[in-house]
């Protein structure tokens, strides 16, 4: 199974009041990719 996946991939910094993480990978792209591997077969 094919998959073409559009959308952005961005490198993130988050701040909250218990730290901060700086070059964290974001964006609709990578979670789109994300789940859909749930969904496939494992190839070795």
Same mark, same amino acid.
């Given at each position: 199974m094919s998959l073409l996946?559009?959308?952005t991939m961005a490198?993130?910094?988050?701040?909250t009041p218990l730290g901060r993480a700086?070059?964290?990978v974001g964006g609709?792209?990578?979670y789109?990719?994300?789940a859909?591997? *749930?969904f496939t077969k494992? *190839?070795?």
């Amino acid at each position: 199974m094919s998959l073409l996946t559009v959308g952005t991939m961005a490198f993130d910094d988050i701040q909250t009041p218990l730290g901060r993480a700086e070059g964290i990978v974001g964006g609709a792209a990578t979670y789109i990719s994300l789940a859909a591997s *749930y969904f496939t077969k494992k *190839y070795r």
